[in-house]
């Protein structure tokens, strides 16, 4: 079945940090991928998505690359702020016909310090 | 903007005891899920619901779990005997259907079996 790997948390970074969260995927056909993100004491917001490969997903300065080949979308920030901090849910969504439930990974969480 | 929400934020019960999760999801919306997050684990799909049926459920979802659509707006998770291991932070979301359509997520109702 789908799967959805992350790389474990926690992660701490210093602000204005470059960050990298790995995320790796198995699926049949072509899925699309979704980072969603969770704030303290919020449910899960749709951060970014990919529709079909080499897609770019991007939004609040966040970026993630649907790669095919190497079944990644690893999220990246070139400079981090305090406010980032959350855990953060990589999830793909089947290609399969009238399937629409979500995998999500195991979530990371960021903590950015001043 | 509209969103989902979900009541309470926080249940505690007694094992054995049933428990209704409510959620109103977004009005226009087509499609409703659940998922549930035990504490330190994955994000993971109990059902999806579409035209006043279950479309899609996973394993998790066995005859102890039902979902009720019993009006037009409200959309129920009842486990009808609760077990300790139910215990969870179960999300609510609503998606307008598409394939690409984004799914959007409750804040989510930490049920706390005792």
């Known amino acids: 079945g789908d799967s959805v790997t992350q790389m474990e948390g926690p992660v701490t970074l210093s602000e204005e940090a470059f960050l990298t969260i790995n995320c790796t995927y198995t699926?049949?056909?072509?899925?699309?991928l979704f980072w969603y993100v969770q704030y303290p004491g919020e449910g899960l917001q749709l951060l970014l998505k990919?529709?079909?490969?080499?897609d770019k997903g991007s939004n609040k300065g966040f970026e993630a690359t649907y790669r095919k080949e190497t079944t990644s979308f690893h999220l990246e920030k070139g400079s981090v702020q305090v406010s980032d901090s959350a855990v953060y849910f990589c999830?793909?969504?089947?290609?399969?016909?009238?399937?629409?439930?979500?995998?999500f990974g195991k979530g990371t969480k960021l903590s950015v310090i001043p | 903007e509209p969103e989902v929400t979900q009541t309470p934020s926080h249940q505690v019960t007694q094992m054995g005891q049933e428990v209704i999760l409510r959620c109103v999801p977004i009005?226009?919306?087509?499609?409703f899920y659940w998922y549930r997050q035990i504490l330190g684990q994955k994000v993971e799909f109990l059902v999806s619901?579409?035209?006043?049926?279950?479309?899609?459920k996973s394993e998790i979802f066995d005859d102890q779990f039902s979902v009720e659509r019993p009006d037009g707006s409200n959309f129920t998770l009842k486990i009808r005997s609760t077990k300790l291991e139910d215990s969870a932070m179960y999300f609510c979301?609503?998606?307008?259907?598409?394939?690409?359509?984004?799914?959007?997520f409750g804040q989510g109702t930490r049920l706390t079996v005792v």
């Open positions: 999830a793909l969504r089947g290609s399969g016909a009238g399937s629409y439930q979500l995998t």
């Open positions: 699926a049949t056909g072509y899925p699309s």
């Open positions: 979301a609503s998606s307008g259907g598409t394939t690409e359509g984004e799914a959007f």
């Open positions: 009005s226009n919306h087509l499609y």
């Open positions: 619901f579409y035209n006043n049926e279950i479309s899609e």
């Open positions: 990919a529709t079909k490969a080499d």
